[in-house]
């Protein structure tokens, strides 16, 4: 799955899901899922084509009115740890989630109340200065 990938694209990938994409514990902490929204599937596709992950299409209500939305995917316990530990080392906003889920899925159990709740918090990013220095 990951040898198509350079060092470069998994940065590439890592800075999309910084600014895109959210990782998050799922069904009660049971599982980690990984996902990116785009108003344009390209990148996304992209990712397809390398064997990572599903991408899903909805309508979405704004303002001036509805728009479709692409939204990306990996749930599975095996891609999410391969991916995640292939983006961390290159994340800088996301970075303490998926060290968070990567230590869930090392562990192989659930995650707890409580880390359920710091995942929620970790999802309020540390200044952008604060985060590159």
Known sequence: MC???????????????DGEGSITFAHRGKSVRVSVSQAYPEVLDWLVERKL????????????GYKTRFRWAIQSKQQVWRFLMHVEPHLILKRSQAQLALKVLAEERHATPEEIQLMKDLKRPPRISRALS
């Open 3 to 17: 040898a198509v990938i350079t060092d470069i694209g998994w940065s590439y990938i890592a800075g999309f899901l």
């Open 53 to 64: 992950g599903h991408i899903f299409q909805d309508e979405v209500q704004y303002e001036s």
